[in-house]
């Protein structure tokens, strides 16, 4: 079975829809993304499901985005941040080329702390982001071939180093 060049994962906000980009236009290919597909299926923002249907039922929307998207893509594919949660979806992304792009708190603060679109950081996202991270990172590990740390660098940097790192 063919699958997708890269897999993006990663916290919300550390680029992986804008290095997804960039590294489609580099590989000659297109660039998914699952909350676009799960946005553009219900007709709805993503902040829109989690107030209106719950998280729960979020997940379980994403879950089966990132099934459809697996099976279908023979791009760049970037996954929600939180699409790891779902054991069934760790267990689909083992042995695919995922790069974990990584970022430490202030960096995340910076990036989305005050975006109130991303329903999970509303609320004291310093602290919100350490719990969220403590708890994600070993997953993202888990199912992640390559780790790239953000910190500082510009999407095209970010591009470059997911390439050599594949
Ligand atoms: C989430 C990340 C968001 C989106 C939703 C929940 C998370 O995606 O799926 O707000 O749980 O980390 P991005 O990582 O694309 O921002």
Redesign the pocket.
Known sequence: MSAPVVVLVG????G??TVGELLAQRLGTTCR?T?ADIVEAEGRP??DI?VEDGEEH?RAL?AAAVRVALAEHRGVL?L????ILDEDTRKLLSGLPVVFLDMDVAEAVKRVGLDTA???LAVNPRRQWRE?MEARRPLYTEVARAVVGTEGLTPEDVADAVLDAL
């Not at 929600?80 to 699409?83: L, R």
Request: glycine fraction near 22%.
């Open positions: 916290p919300m906000g550390v992986k829809t993304d909350d993503i902040g989690f979020f994403e970037a929600g941040g939180g699409s991303r329903p999970l969220l």
